[in-house]
Every structure is written in structure tokens, then in C-alpha cells.
């Protein structure tokens, strides 16, 4: 072998041999920085490494990972989606859950919503795994978040000064004698304009005045100050005698926290002490101390994740006889999950505990939740809501002792930060609003009820009432919806049946998300619609609500226009029924508010359908038990507008025949049908305009004015060149009163 060759080899051999010790460098100190929570440092090595080889997927996975505890969730997105495509979530089982975590975080519900109902699919061999377990919660979170993204409050929310908030992490956790006490990550070492790790790096305890609504320069807690461990979360005892905080040892990057006791004499910390094993279970974290009154007795709410709880850090309490004698600590069963339940802040005045939690329906990672305690019983969390909450984490919510205001910690978009916008949490505050002195007007308010449209309700084959050609039904919407519920596992057999292995699974799992993203969530959204139609009822207003009722293509057009009415009508049933029929007043004009709710009824029948979807009564599974079919039979809540002056709850027209079905004809062929028009209210109504969407169309009124009781007749007409198959034109007559009717004409042309 020539010897240029052999020198070449051995040249390529040596850098070979350099490049990967300096990688296996870099990864070995990246490895090392990231277990001690440097993810900066841990961050720029991973991508030296990535650098001189790009195509190692554990490298890719353990720079995503440094993503995430960085909290850089854009990037992370990014990154836990390439390593998904690459490996299928079989090298590393999360790749795809935290891609739709991520995408949470991002706001991103829609692309979560898909991703979540991918991730069930791929986890749902093992139903009692986290993976599909919290694939499952988020898929329900997320599409509880888009209905309340909606949600809006007149709260406003105040970021502290820089010299509290620096570009490190803060979280307050009290005020007391006009002093806001907060925990803050930082080292005296370092100035705060840049991320670094260092021995000095741990999180200490600190106070700053509140005088004249404004905050003074902060100071450490010297005397809570220990070199060699992390002091944080903050809590005094009711009689402002004690002060309860967590005291953090970090044993090779492994913290393991325990909850101390300091005496509080004029203004000073003293004597602390831990307190004993009872609280402090040993080889566990118990963390986040709070102090409150409950039915006259001291108690402490603390998060551990000691045994015999329900995953990860839950909720306990404990009662407090002589200040320092601990019963046996109790889990709070009711909100306490697989996940993490953190931060817990008990308002005695209100039995309320408010805590967070990375499992309930929220709209990020942590969330700020509160649960009642009455009837003897601690009541179902209910989400703080916007915009104390977002899509990043919300912890450490807490009331002052006079109620003015509230203070939380967020790593939301607007913290201070030097390279991650979302990396280290600040303290805002929020101040109790402002009462104006004029009421928001009905168009503000109407405004505020239309964001929370349309409601989409979801109904089974020809119900209600089936085989009827009734345009009017007694059904009640939410029976329906419960027998419509409980035919789950009957919809999932049957679209499944012929199907094997994983076509079946997967056809069973898409009839379920359509039930959990559609027909469940449409009720949720009812009843989230329901309370503030019935509240500005209440305060008088006059609403006109607009429903539009939809039908599969399995049945003549002219009955399903009819089955859509009966649809239309089982939402009139389920309000004048609900709560004892406290919404009837509204229907019947008779609230002493003076408040008026009229339903306008748009019936569509099928004529919208999508028209691949079944129409072949013999082939159930797909136009009866189809998502596609399922998705068409549903009627929407589209709008609610102010009923005039000149309107009446009885002022309507009649069409008879509403849809002309006309059969088989030749193309060019132009047909011609009449329609009757009855005015059936109390006002006389003026035809003021002829909507004709098509060339193809035209349409003669015999007359434009209608007297309470008189009709007048239309002749539609529809050339049918150019057209072929299936064929739906319509037009619209404008009344005054804003009153609409549409004709239809129907066709098959060959």
C-alpha cells in the first residue's frame, strides 16, 4: 500500500479517536450539569456534542430532557417531536406525552388535543401505565382549556419590581406586619445578569416592605439564612408567634426537604428546630408549610411524597394541639392525583384550600385550583381560572389577611429572564378590582356570551323521537345525551365489527375521543353557556338566541328538516326544565326581571352534511355508528343577539313545504315549486329582501306585506344546466324583525 495512503488512514484513525473522546467530554460534564440543575451550562455542551455528531438519538434525547427542566418548552416541542418521528416511542416511551406537554405549554390546544389522542393509541397496551393514564387526563384538560380560554376577568394582575424579580426564580409565599416574605434563587456571587451554576446557587429566604401600596428594596432573612442548604415557603402561625418554612439539603444533586420551626419575637427569627418525624416521615420530601385556623383548631397543609399517597407529592394535613403536638397526618384524597398537588394556601374565612396541581383540568403545567370544604367534605378542585392561570406554571397562590389582593408565582411569558423567556418564575400580584360606576352595556355583555359560542349538542340516529314527523318533541337534551352516553360501548362494537388487531383498536379508540372531545364536551359547554344566559337574563336583558339544527344524509331531506326541529326543541325542554324551570319566566314573558328569551330555530336538515358520509340504511356502521356519521346529527347555540322593540316572543313565519324534494331529471331541466309563507305573530312583517345565492335560482313574492295571520306565496325556481348528482339550492327571505326563512329545492340531476 502506497505510504500516503497508510498516512492518511492513520490521520483519519487519530481524529477519529479525538473526535470521540471530546464528545464522550462533553457528554459526561453535560450529564453531570444537568443532575445538578445547571441546564445553561448543561445545554451549550449537549450542543458542542450534537456538533460533532448529530445523528446519536441519546444525545438528542438528553438535550431535550435539559429542554425541559430549563423549561424552554418551544424548543423542546421541537426536539421531542424529531425524536418521536425517529424511534416511535420505543427507545424512549415519553418522547410523544411530552410532545403534547410541550405543546401545552405552548398554548397549542389544538395540536396537543391531536397529539394526546395519538400518544392513547400508542400507550393503550398497558391502561394502568402513567403514559396512557396522563394521556388520557391531558387529552380532557386541553379540551377543557380551549371552552375557557374564553374566560375573561376584570382582575388585573401587577408584576413586581426587578429588584424582587430578578432573572433567577421567585416565589412568594406571605405577607405579614406589611412585609412580603418570598423565597428567591440566587447567589450573592453572582449579579443576576447571567444563568450560571455555582456552589453559592440556592434558594433563601427574604422580605421587602409594602408601604403606601409599593414596595421597598428586599433584604435576605439572616437569620433563616444556613450556607450549605436551601430555605423557602414561608408560613407564621395564626398568632404571628411561630414561623413554619422547608429546609432543603442537597446530598450529591439529590434535595430531600423537611419542614422547620422558628420562634418569631420582635422581628426576629429564633430558636429553629425541625419538627418531628410525624410530619417529617424520614427519606421523604415534606415541603410547602402552611399555618391556618380550622373550626377553631391549629392546622398544618404540607406536600410530601411520603407513603400511602396517591403519586408523586400530595396534599396532607395535620391539627395542632399546644403549638406543637401533631396528630397523624391525613391525605387529601379528594384532590391529591398521580401527579403533584403543591402550594397549598387554607383561607379560614372562606374554608377554602387553594394549592396546584399538574393534573387537573388546566390550561399548562401547573395550575392554581381550590377546593371547599363543606358538608363535611372537601368539594372537587375548580380551576383559579384566567388570568391567575396560563399556559406555563402557576404556583404558590396566596390572600392577604384583609382580602385587597393576592399574590402568585409564574413562569408565564413577561417574567425577567436572560436567554429563556419562560425558564425562572416571578411573583405578580393582584389587586382587588375596581367596581365601576356604570354596568357594562348589553352589547358589552352579549359580546362577553357570544365568545363562549357556538354550543354543538350531539345526538343519536333519528332521535328524538324516532319514525316521527313531528316538528316539536317533549324530550329533554340532557336525557337524550345520557342514553346517547351510555350507547358508548355499543357504537365502538359495532363501527368495529369486521375489523382486526390493531384497525379494530383503533376504530374503537376514535368512536371514544368523539364521545370525550365532542359529545361530553358539548354538554360541558352548555353548562358554561347555560349560567351566563341565565345571569343576564336576570339582569333584564331581552336575548334572541339562534340555533341551527343539523342532520345526518340517512333519511329524506323533508323529514330530517322536521328531526332537526325536534332537536332544536329538546334544548328549549332542557332549559324550561332546568333547576325547577327557573329559565320558563324568561320563555313566557313573565320575569319580574323583565328579561326575554326566544329561541329562533334554523333547521338545515342534512343539506350541509358532508356528502361522503352513509346514506345507506343498510350499512349501519358506517351511516349509524361512523364518526363521520355521528358528527353531522347536532344542532349549535350559533349566536344571541338583543330582541328589539318591535319583536315579540310569538312573531315568526311559517314555510310549508320548508324543503321541495323533487326526484330524478334531466340536465337543463328547470324546475319550478311554490312555497307558503304564513305570518303567525302578533306584528305585521314586511318582506324586505330576497337572498339568491346562485345565478341558477330566482324567486317571486305575490306580495311584500303580511298582516298577523296572512300568507304569501313564493315560486322558486332552479335551472338545472351545468349541474349534475345531487343537487341543494335554496333562498332566503328577509323579513323585518330580522325574521329569515329559507326555501329549499332538492334534486337528483343525470
Same mark, same amino acid.
Given at each position: 500500500?502506497?505510504?500516503?495512503?497508510?498516512?492518511?488512514?492513520?490521520?483519519?484513525?487519530?481524529?477519529?479517536?479525538?473526535?470521540?473522546?471530546?464528545?464522550?467530554?462533553?457528554?459526561?460534564?453535560?450529564?453531570?450539569?444537568?443532575?445538578?440543575?445547571?441546564?445553561?451550562?448543561?445545554?451549550?455542551?449537549?450542543?458542542?456534542?450534537?456538533?460533532?455528531?448529530?445523528?446519536?438519538?441519546?444525545?438528542?434525547?438528553?438535550?431535550?430532557?435539559?429542554?425541559?427542566?430549563?423549561?424552554?418548552?418551544?424548543?423542546?416541542?421541537?426536539?421531542?417531536?424529531?425524536?418521536?418521528?425517529?424511534?416511535?416511542?420505543?427507545?424512549?416511551?415519553?418522547?410523544?406525552?411530552?410532545?403534547?406537554?410541550?405543546?401545552?405549554?405552548?398554548?397549542?390546544?389544538?395540536?396537543?388535543?391531536?397529539?394526546?389522542?395519538?400518544?392513547?393509541?400508542?400507550?393503550?397496551?398497558?391502561?394502568?401505565?402513567?403514559?396512557?393514564?396522563?394521556?388520557?387526563?391531558?387529552?380532557?384538560?386541553?379540551?377543557?382549556?380551549?371552552?375557557?380560554?374564553?374566560?375573561?376577568?376584570?382582575?388585573?394582575?401587577?408584576?413586581?419590581?426587578?429588584?424582587?424579580?430578578?432573572?433567577?426564580?421567585?416565589?412568594?409565599?406571605?405577607?405579614?406586619?406589611?412585609?412580603?416574605?418570598?423565597?428567591?434563587?440566587?447567589?450573592?456571587?453572582?449579579?443576576?445578569?447571567?444563568?450560571?451554576?455555582?456552589?453559592?446557587?440556592?434558594?433563601?429566604?427574604?422580605?421587602?416592605?409594602?408601604?403606601?401600596?409599593?414596595?421597598?428594596?428586599?433584604?435576605?432573612?439572616?437569620?433563616?439564612?444556613?450556607?450549605?442548604?436551601?430555605?423557602?415557603?414561608?408560613?407564621?402561625?395564626?398568632?404571628?408567634?411561630?414561623?413554619?418554612?422547608?429546609?432543603?439539603?442537597?446530598?450529591?444533586?439529590?434535595?430531600?426537604?423537611?419542614?422547620?420551626?422558628?420562634? /418569631?419575637?420582635?422581628?426576629?427569627?429564633?430558636?429553629?428546630?425541625?419538627?418531628?418525624?410525624?410530619?417529617?416521615?424520614?427519606?421523604?420530601?415534606?415541603?410547602?408549610?402552611?399555618?391556618?385556623?380550622?373550626?377553631?383548631?391549629?392546622?398544618?397543609?404540607?406536600? *410530601?411524597?411520603?407513603?400511602?399517597?396517591?403519586?408523586?407529592?400530595?396534599?396532607?394535613?395535620? +391539627?395542632?394541639?399546644?403549638?406543637?403536638? /401533631?396528630?397523624?397526618?391525613?391525605?387529601?384524597?379528594?384532590?391529591?392525583?398521580?401527579?403533584?398537588?403543591?402550594?397549598?394556601?387554607?383561607? *379560614?374565612?372562606?374554608?377554602?384550600?387553594?394549592? *396546584?396541581?399538574?393534573?387537573?383540568?388546566? /390550561?399548562?403545567?401547573?395550575? %392554581?385550583?381550590?377546593?371547599?370544604?363543606?358538608?363535611?367534605?372537601?368539594?372537587?378542585?375548580?380551576?383559579?381560572?384566567?388570568?391567575?392561570?396560563?399556559?406555563?406554571?402557576?404556583?404558590?397562590?396566596?390572600?392577604?389577611?384583609?382580602?385587597?389582593?393576592?399574590?402568585?408565582?409564574?413562569?408565564?411569558?413577561?417574567?425577567?429572564?436572560?436567554?429563556?423567556?419562560?425558564?425562572?418564575?416571578?411573583?405578580?400580584?393582584?389587586?382587588?378590582?375596581?367596581?365601576?360606576?356604570?354596568?357594562?352595556?348589553?352589547?358589552?355583555?352579549?359580546?362577553?356570551?357570544?365568545? !363562549?359560542?357556538?354550543?354543538?349538542?350531539?345526538?343519536?340516529?333519528?332521535?328524538?323521537?324516532?319514525?316521527?314527523?313531528?316538528?316539536?318533541?317533549?324530550?329533554?337534551? &340532557?336525557?337524550?345525551?345520557?342514553?346517547?352516553?351510555?350507547?358508548?360501548?355499543?357504537?365502538?362494537?359495532?363501527?368495529?365489527?369486521?375489523?382486526?388487531?390493531?384497525?379494530?383498536?383503533?376504530?374503537?379508540?376514535?368512536?371514544?375521543?368523539?364521545?370525550?372531545?365532542?359529545?361530553?364536551?358539548?354538554?360541558?359547554?352548555?353548562?358554561?353557556?347555560?349560567?351566563?344566559?341565565?345571569?343576564?337574563?336576570?339582569?333584564?336583558?331581552?336575548?334572541?338566541?339562534?340555533?341551527?339544527? +343539523?342532520?345526518?344524509?340517512?333519511?329524506?331531506?323533508?323529514?330530517?328538516?322536521?328531526?332537526?326541529?325536534?332537536?332544536?326543541?329538546?334544548?328549549?325542554?332542557?332549559?324550561?326544565?332546568?333547576?325547577?324551570?327557573?329559565?320558563?319566566?324568561?320563555?313566557?314573558?313573565?320575569?319580574?326581571?323583565?328579561?326575554?328569551?326566544?329561541?329562533?330555530?334554523?333547521?338545515?336538515?342534512?343539506?350541509?352534511?358532508?356528502?361522503?358520509?352513509?346514506?345507506?340504511?343498510?350499512?349501519?356502521?358506517?351511516? %349509524?355508528?361512523?364518526?363521520?356519521?355521528?358528527?353531522? !346529527?347536532?344542532?349549535?347555540?350559533?349566536?344571541?343577539?338583543?330582541?328589539?322593540?318591535?319583536?315579540?316572543?310569538?312573531?315568526?313565519?311559517?314555510?310549508?313545504?320548508?324543503?321541495?324534494?323533487?326526484?330524478?331529471?334531466?340536465?337543463?331541466?328547470?324546475?319550478?315549486?311554490?312555497?307558503?309563507?304564513?305570518?303567525?305573530?302578533?306584528?305585521?312583517?314586511?318582506?324586505?329582501?330576497?337572498? &339568491?345565492?346562485?345565478?341558477?335560482?330566482?324567486?317571486?313574492?305575490?306580495?311584500?306585506?303580511?298582516?298577523?295571520?296572512?300568507?304569501?306565496?313564493?315560486?322558486?325556481?332552479?335551472?338545472?344546466?351545468?349541474?349534475?348528482?345531487?343537487?341543494?339550492?335554496?333562498?332566503?327571505?328577509?323579513?323585518?324583525?330580522?325574521?329569515?326563512?329559507?326555501?329549499?329545492?332538492?334534486?337528483?340531476?343525470?
Amino acid at each position: 500500500m502506497p505510504r500516503l495512503y497508510l498516512v492518511v488512514i492513520a490521520l483519519f484513525i487519530v481524529s477519529v479517536s479525538f473526535t470521540q473522546t471530546e464528545l464522550k467530554k462533553y457528554l459526561d460534564y453535560a450529564k453531570e450539569m444537568y443532575e445538578k440543575g445547571d441546564y445553561v451550562h448543561s445545554l451549550s455542551l449537549y450542543e458542542k456534542a450534537m456538533g460533532l455528531d448529530s445523528s446519536a438519538i441519546h444525545t438528542l434525547w438528553d438535550y431535550a430532557e435539559a429542554l425541559r427542566g430549563y423549561k424552554d418548552y418551544r424548543k423542546a416541542e421541537y426536539y421531542y417531536g424529531e425524536i418521536f418521528k425517529r424511534e416511535g416511542a420505543e427507545l424512549f416511551p415519553n418522547s410523544l406525552l411530552y410532545v403534547g406537554l410541550m405543546q401545552k405549554h405552548n398554548g397549542k390546544y389544538d395540536a396537543a388535543i391531536e397529539t394526546f389522542k395519538k400518544a392513547k393509541k400508542v400507550y393503550r397496551n398497558d391502561k394502568k401505565a402513567y403514559q396512557y393514564l396522563k394521556s388520557k387526563r391531558e387529552f380532557e384538560s386541553c379540551l377543557w382549556a380551549k371552552s375557557n380560554l374564553r374566560d375573561t376577568s376584570d382582575l388585573i394582575f401587577e408584576h413586581l419590581p426587578e429588584f424582587i424579580n430578578t432573572k433567577d426564580a421567585e416565589f412568594a409565599h406571605r405577607v405579614h406586619n406589611n412585609q412580603l416574605l418570598y423565597s428567591s434563587l440566587r447567589a450573592d456571587s453572582i449579579g443576576g445578569e447571567e444563568e450560571v451554576y455555582s456552589s453559592a446557587y440556592k434558594t433563601h429566604l427574604f422580605q421587602t416592605e409594602i408601604k403606601d401600596s409599593s414596595f421597598h428594596e428586599s433584604k435576605r432573612i439572616e437569620e433563616l439564612f444556613l450556607e450549605k442548604f436551601s430555605a423557602g415557603n414561608g408560613s407564621f402561625s395564626p398568632d404571628g408567634n411561630r414561623f413554619y418554612f422547608s429546609l432543603c439539603k442537597d446530598d450529591n444533586f439529590n434535595y430531600k426537604c423537611k419542614i422547620m420551626v422558628a420562634q /418569631f419575637e420582635d422581628g426576629k427569627f429564633l430558636d429553629i428546630d425541625s419538627l418531628g418525624p410525624i410530619i417529617n416521615e424520614p427519606g421523604f420530601n415534606t415541603t410547602m408549610p402552611f399555618i391556618g385556623e380550622w373550626d377553631g383548631s391549629e392546622v398544618l397543609f404540607y406536600a *410530601s411524597d411520603r407513603d400511602d399517597g396517591e403519586g408523586g407529592m400530595d396534599i396532607w394535613y395535620s +391539627f395542632i394541639t399546644n403549638g406543637n403536638q /401533631f396528630k397523624t397526618p391525613q391525605n387529601l384524597k379528594k384532590i391529591n392525583s398521580m401527579d403533584n398537588e403543591l402550594s397549598p394556601f387554607w383561607d *379560614s374565612k372562606s374554608n377554602k384550600l387553594y394549592f *396546584s396541581s399538574s393534573w387537573h383540568d388546566g /390550561f399548562g403545567g401547573y395550575d %392554581v385550583f381550590f377546593t371547599e370544604f363543606k358538608n363535611n367534605t372537601f368539594e372537587s378542585p375548580v380551576n383559579l381560572a384566567i388570568p391567575v392561570n396560563s399556559p406555563a406554571n402557576d404556583l404558590y397562590y396566596f390572600e392577604t389577611i384583609t382580602g385587597d389582593s393576592s399574590f402568585f408565582s409564574s413562569n408565564r411569558l413577561g417574567t425577567n429572564y436572560s436567554k429563556n423567556p419562560t425558564c425562572c418564575s416571578d411573583i405578580f400580584m393582584l389587586r382587588k378590582p375596581i367596581i365601576p360606576s356604570d354596568p357594562p352595556s348589553i352589547s358589552e355583555t352579549l359580546e362577553d356570551l357570544n365568545k !363562549r359560542l357556538p354550543v354543538t349538542l350531539y345526538f343519536h340516529n333519528d332521535v328524538p323521537n324516532p319514525r316521527s314527523w313531528d316538528s316539536v318533541s317533549s324530550v329533554n337534551y &340532557i336525557n337524550s345525551y345520557t342514553d346517547y352516553s351510555a350507547m358508548l360501548n355499543e357504537y365502538k362494537k359495532e363501527y368495529a365489527k369486521g375489523l382486526v388487531k390493531s384497525k379494530a383498536k383503533d376504530a374503537e379508540d376514535d368512536i371514544e375521543d368523539f364521545f370525550v372531545q365532542y359529545v361530553d364536551q358539548g354538554v360541558k359547554d352548555l353548562f358554561l353557556f347555560r349560567d351566563l344566559l341565565l345571569e343576564e337574563l336576570e339582569n333584564g336583558r331581552r336575548i334572541q338566541m339562534t340555533v341551527k339544527g +343539523f342532520a345526518s344524509p340517512l333519511a329524506k331531506t323533508d323529514y330530517n328538516v322536521n328531526l332537526t326541529k325536534r332537536r332544536i326543541w329538546s334544548l328549549r325542554n332542557y332549559l324550561m326544565d332546568f333547576d325547577n324551570g327557573i329559565f320558563r319566566p324568561f320563555f313566557e314573558n313573565s320575569a319580574e326581571s323583565g328579561g326575554q328569551l326566544m329561541i329562533v330555530e334554523v333547521p338545515f336538515g342534512e343539506y350541509t352534511a358532508n356528502q361522503l358520509t352513509s346514506d345507506n340504511p343498510n350499512d349501519i356502521q358506517n351511516s %349509524v355508528y361512523s364518526r363521520a356519521a355521528a358528527i353531522e !346529527r347536532k344542532i349549535e347555540i350559533q349566536s344571541v343577539d338583543v330582541i328589539k322593540d318591535t319583536d315579540t316572543l310569538s312573531s315568526f313565519v311559517i314555510v310549508s313545504p320548508t324543503v321541495q324534494v323533487v326526484g330524478e331529471v334531466t340536465q337543463g331541466t328547470l324546475i319550478t315549486k311554490k312555497f307558503s309563507v304564513k305570518n303567525t305573530g302578533e306584528t305585521s312583517l314586511e318582506l324586505s329582501n330576497i337572498e &339568491i345565492p346562485c345565478e341558477c335560482n330566482t324567486a317571486l313574492a305575490n306580495k311584500t306585506y303580511l298582516a298577523p295571520g296572512e300568507m304569501l306565496e313564493v315560486e322558486m325556481t332552479f335551472d338545472t344546466t351545468n349541474y349534475a348528482g345531487h343537487t341543494v339550492k335554496s333562498v332566503t327571505l328577509i323579513f323585518s324583525n330580522d325574521l329569515k326563512a329559507r326555501l329549499v329545492i332538492t334534486s337528483e340531476v343525470k
